[in-house]
Structure formats: structure tokens, C-alpha cells
């Protein structure tokens, strides 16, 4: 398949398939960039199992030779990305390699990931976008990466992890992507078989109704971007639903 820009004949990329994965082939010039992306991020944990994403995607990474190829691991809200930039053969060695991990994924040496993702955390600053996910999502899904703790690695066990990863981390939940005119050859992205999995619903607040204040001035969403909360005290009523919608329905 050739998709083409509005009113051109000209492809812009070139969509293949390697072993069941999807493959995105666009050529740029002078240099070589790939990587493989998984449907899975912070927003199909819960507060039990926060950090697990993150977690598979250090073990992925834990076995590679790095040296050869400039390249690293990612994971937001929705997705998980591997990627590389370098030679042709570097950048085909690093997809293979870690496809070739996820398949068999060493999950004997998660607590010493677990330890450098514990250290990564206490280096990180706290982003107040982050944080104010909390607030409108509640300590589940969207609102998870306002946590300063990756909860999860506390308490999950070798076959949570492996279960993770077969349900997420499969050929039919991929998309890859190289900056090629056509597939490598040796290009191998041989994955466990697996659905695609859809974006779990989130709703656009845990507030069951408008927020509220007690005093003269009530706030709600609507006007908070032009005249900021109160200063009155919340009521007792909102505080309630703050801290079900927190962690009421967290499976801990």
C-alpha cells in the first residue's frame, strides 16, 4: 500500500508487513532512524501494577549491545516505543534484537531493573502538568504519571510481568517503522502472536459532577483557566468524591 499526499501521485511511504508486524517504510536521505511501537502505556495500568510498562521496556533493552547504534526505549500514556538511529545494519540489529528479547524476555532480573528505575524516579523533577493528572483522573490510568512512585515494582511477581508482556508486547499490538526504501532483507521482527489492543476508556474526569466550592465564589472547570480556585475551603462534599475517585475503585 502507497498512501499519497492530497492531489499528489507521489507516494510518501510505503506500508509492508515483516512477520505480522506492520511496517512503515519512508526514505529519508543520509541517514537510517527505526523503531517498533507497541499499543500499551500508563493508561492500562492501575495503581497496583504502576511501572510494570516501564519495567518490560528496561528488561528489553537490559541484553543489547548498545555501543553501535544510538538508540533507547520509551513510555507514555498510550504507547511504548524502541528506537534507533545509525547504520543500516546497526539500526536492523537493534529492532531484531529487541524483538528477539520480547519473545523471550528475561524476567529473572526485574528487581535489578526495579532498582534502576527506583533511581531514575528520585532524579526526575516533578513536571506540574504531570501532576495534575491526579486531579482530574483520579490515581488510575491518565492520572497515574502524577505518582513519584512506580508503585507496581513493590509488589509484582515474575508471571504478572510475563502475562504483561504476552498481552501487550505481540505482533498484532505493533507498528514498526524504518527510513528505508524497502525491508532488509535480514530484518526479523518476529513477535508473539496478539491482538490489537484498543485505548481503554477514560472519561474526562472522576468528578461524578461540577466541582464546587463553598463561599460566594464557586469554581468549576470552566472558569479555573480565567480566575484560579478560591481561597475559600473546600466543602466536605468535594473532598469526599476527591478522595474516592482517588482511591475508591484502586485495586492495591
Not at 63 to 80: I, K, P, Q, W
Not at 114 to 132: I, Q
Not at 150 to 172: K, M, P
Amino acid at each position: 500500500m502507497t498512501p499519497t499526499e492530497p492531489g499528489s501521485t507521489t507516494p510518501t511511504y510505503t506500508v509492508a508487513d515483516n512477520r505480522g508486524v506492520r511496517l512503515v517504510l519512508d526514505p529519508i536521505d543520509d541517514v537510517v532512524v527505526g523503531g517498533v511501537l507497541f499499543r500499551v502505556g500508563t493508561v492500562d495500568e492501575s495503581l497496583s501494577t504502576y511501572g510494570i510498562t516501564h519495567l518490560i521496556e528496561h528488561l528489553a533493552l537490559s541484553e543489547l549491545n548498545l555501543s553501535s547504534v544510538h538508540s533507547n526505549g520509551a513510555v507514555t500514556d498510550t504507547y511504548t516505543a524502541f528506537y534507533a538511529q545509525g547504520s543500516p545494519e546497526a539500526v536492523v540489529g537493534f529492532l531484531n534484537a529487541v524483538c528477539r528479547t520480547l519473545r523471550n524476555l528475561p524476567t529473572a532480573r526485574w528487581r535489578t531493573e526495579a532498582k534502576v528505575l527506583d533511581a531514575e524516579s528520585a532524579g526526575r523533577p516533578t513536571s506540574w502538568g504531570a501532576s495534575m493528572g491526579v486531579w482530574r483522573y483520579g490515581a488510575a490510568g491518565r492520572g497515574l504519571r502524577s505518582q513519584e512512585t512506580e508503585w507496581g515494582l513493590l509488589r509484582l511477581s515474575d508471571q504478572e510481568i510475563a502475562d504483561w508482556s504476552r498481552r501487550y508486547f505481540t505482533a498484532g499490538n505493533a507498528v514498526a517503522y524504518l527510513s528505508t526504501a524497502t525491508a532488509p532483507a535480514d530484518l526479523d521482527l518476529t513477535l508473539p502472536h496478539g491482538n490489537a489492543v484498543a485505548l481503554p476508556f477514560s472519561s474526562n474526569s472522576v468528578w461524578p459532577c461540577r466541582q464546587r466550592f463553598q463561599g460566594p465564589r464557586a469554581w468549576s472547570r470552566s472558569r479555573v483557566m480565567s480566575t484560579g480556585p478560591p481561597l475559600e475551603s473546600p466543602s466536605p462534599c468535594w473532598w469526599s468524591r476527591r478522595r474516592s475517585g482517588m482511591f475508591g475503585s484502586a485495586q492495591v
